[in-house]
T-cell receptor, first 113, second 114 residues
Framework: GESVGLHLPTLSVQEGDNSIINCAYS??????FIWYKQESGKGPQFIID?????DKRQGQRVTVLLNKTVKHLSLQIAATQPGDSAVYFC????????????FGRGTSLIVHP | NAGVTQTPKFRVLKTGQSMTLLCAQD?????MYWYRQDPGMGLRLIHY???????AKGEVPDGYNVSRLKKQNFLLGLESAAPSQTSVYFC?????????????FGSGTRLTVV
């Protein structure tokens, strides 16, 4: 079946490095994607989103890239800080076009000072 | 502005006991959701509601019931708790105008069933 998935369950980086978190999706009809950040002991928080008519979208220190050809999504975090340590989820619309997103399994980002 | 508030934050139940988790939102959102999160499993949708008085099943609804009598509240009930229901439960709400848009999560309820 179609699903949202992540390539790496855990990513360790040094403070100041750039981080790249990847996400593969298989539903070619998905037209909107969201990235969430979940810090330990907290609920997920919205980071950034992107529509399928865009290849790139930038926020504050974060950039999301969308490659529809290979159905791949990535979240880039510039100058990673210890406060960026968290689990990051990508999400896409559930099959059938409802307003409810399907969440990926998540990638744990660990930032070493 | 509190956003989404979940009570309680922690609870330990014995097998067979019942309990209700409360979710309250003050953003006038139409949609509300209950998820469970288990290690390595991500977020799985239990039940959801698209408006006051309506509920629907999600991906893993068995063993749970919900009610949405008021727009701002969404209750999750466990009638007879089982160890398999040990998990962290998250409530979320959204305007329902665009998938994932405005999705706001509560801080979670950690439930242990012994």
């Amino acid at each position: 079946g179609e699903s949202v998935g992540l390539h790496l369950p855990t990513l360790s980086v040094q403070e100041g490095d750039n981080s790249i978190i990847n996400c593969a999706y298989s539903n070619s009809a998905s037209d909107y994607f969201i990235w969430y950040k979940q810090e330990s002991g907290k609920g997920p928080q919205f980071i950034i989103d992107i529509r399928s008519n865009m290849d790139k979208r930038q926020g504050q220190r974060v950039t999301v890239l969308l490659n529809k050809t290979v159905k791949h999504l990535s979240l880039q975090i510039a100058a990673t800080q210890p406060g960026d340590s968290a689990v990051y989820f990508c999400a896409e619309p559930s099959p059938g076009g409802s307003y409810i997103p399907t969440f990926g399994r998540g990638t744990s980002l660990i930032v070493h000072p | 502005n509190a956003g989404v508030t979940q009570t309680p934050k922690f609870r330990v139940l014995k097998t067979g006991q019942s309990m209700t988790l409360l979710c309250a939102q003050d953003m006038n959102h139409e949609y509300m959701y209950w998820y469970r999160q288990d290690p390595g499993m991500g977020l799985r949708l239990i039940h959801y509601s698209v408006g006051e008085g309506t509920t629907a099943k999600g991906e893993v609804p068995d063993g749970y019931n919900v009610s949405r009598l008021k727009k701002q509240n969404f209750l999750l009930g466990l009638e007879s708790a089982a160890p398999s229901q040990t998990s962290v439960y998250f409530c979320a709400s959204s305007p329902g105008t665009l998938v994932g848009y405005g999705y706001t999560f509560g801080s979670g309820t950690r439930l242990t069933v012994v």
